[in-house]
Nanobody, 117 residues
Framework: VQLVESGGGLVQPGGSLRLSCAASGFSFSSHYMSWVRQAPGKGLEWVSS????????YYADSVKGRFTISRDNAKNTLYLQMNSLKPEDTALYYC???????????WGQGTQVTVSS
């Protein structure tokens, strides 16, 4: 199993970024997937999850209305469109395979998002 994130960078407050996660080594279309972030000096924070078919999406209150999770099962890729970014969104963003509850069994290496003027 391999998960490789990309798309992070430095953006000004109010800006947008789109993160991607390329998955391989397993049946991507059979699994729920998540984005989880870790801000400097803080613990892991769940951001969003999507079911395997893509019809159900779940968001943390802190990002609801600003972030959109999506997936392309034909390309084995998970996305996170982030709009209206705030300095408090600064974090290392991980793609992870969701098993149940809070448990994710495989994680990518993360992509850094920095929101600063």
């Amino acid at each position: 199993v391999q998960l490789v994130e990309s798309g992070g960078g430095l953006v000004q407050p109010g800006g947008s970024l789109r993160l991607s996660c390329a998955a391989s080594g397993f049946s991507f279309s059979s699994h729920y997937m998540s984005w989880v972030r870790q801000a400097p000096g803080k613990g892991l924070e769940w951001v969003s999850s999507q079911n395997n078919g893509g019809g159900s999406r779940y968001y943390a209150d802190s990002v609801k209305g600003r972030f959109t999770i999506s997936r392309d099962n034909a390309k084995n890729t998970l996305y996170l469109q982030m709009n209206s970014l705030k300095p408090e969104d600064t974090a290392l963003y991980y793609c992870a395979r969701w098993v149940a509850g809070d448990y994710h069994d495989y994680w990518g290496q993360g992509t850094q998002v920095t929101v600063s003027s």
